[in-house]
């Protein structure tokens, strides 16, 4: 491939559609409006989602629940996830390069499905109770990261 060879995609090089300019071009007298009718007067601009007067889809759909904006997502991880990894003591660090918490400031959460043979220190920002009580029958710890673990 080389200079002599290039070619634009197709349609590509199109011209901008000139509307009102005669009846020769394909867009003259009405000028793609239309007769008469809401979209046909100057000025006309109509709210997002308008129908034409039906009830709009928005409307339409029943409204349930409660969105709360300042919810906390944690990354949820069981215990026989890490006992599968074999290590003594996973930070949030090593976690993260294991690829188990995405993004530098995910929060994690250690959930207690599964069981521990070995003992392991986990570093996360919560524990579930059974977890926490699983990590430290195996001998290992389970240590909060960040101030409260709330």
């Known amino acids: 491939m080389n200079l002599s060879n290039l070619k634009a995609p197709k349609k590509a090089n199109r011209n901008k559609k000139r509307v009102g300019r005669?009846?020769?071009?394909?867009?003259?007298?009405?000028?793609?409006?239309?007769?008469?009718?809401?979209?046909?007067?100057?000025?006309?601009?109509?709210?997002?989602?308008?129908?034409?007067?039906?009830?709009?889809?928005?409307?339409?759909?029943?409204?349930?629940?409660?969105?709360?904006?300042?919810?906390?997502e944690y990354t949820m991880v069981n215990l026989d996830r890490l006992a599968e990894l074999?290590?003594?003591?996973?930070?949030?660090?090593?976690?993260?390069?294991?690829?188990?918490?995405?993004?530098?400031?995910?929060?994690?959460?250690?959930?207690?499905n599964g069981e521990l043979k070995t003992a392991v220190t986990v570093h996360a920002h919560k524990f579930s109770k059974s977890a926490q009580e699983k990590i430290e029958k195996a001998g290992g710890k389970a240590i909060v990261i960040g101030g409260t673990g709330e």
């Open 86 to 112: 074999g290590e003594k003591e996973l930070t949030m660090e090593r976690l993260q390069s294991l690829g188990l918490v995405k993004g530098r400031n995910g929060l994690l959460k250690v959930l207690g």
């Open 22 to 72: 005669g009846m020769g071009s394909g867009t003259g007298k009405t000028s793609g409006r239309g007769h008469k009718g809401q979209g046909s007067r100057s000025g006309s601009s109509l709210m997002r989602g308008f129908e034409g007067g039906q009830m709009p889809l928005h409307r339409r759909l029943p409204k349930r629940g409660f969105t709360n904006i300042f919810r906390t």
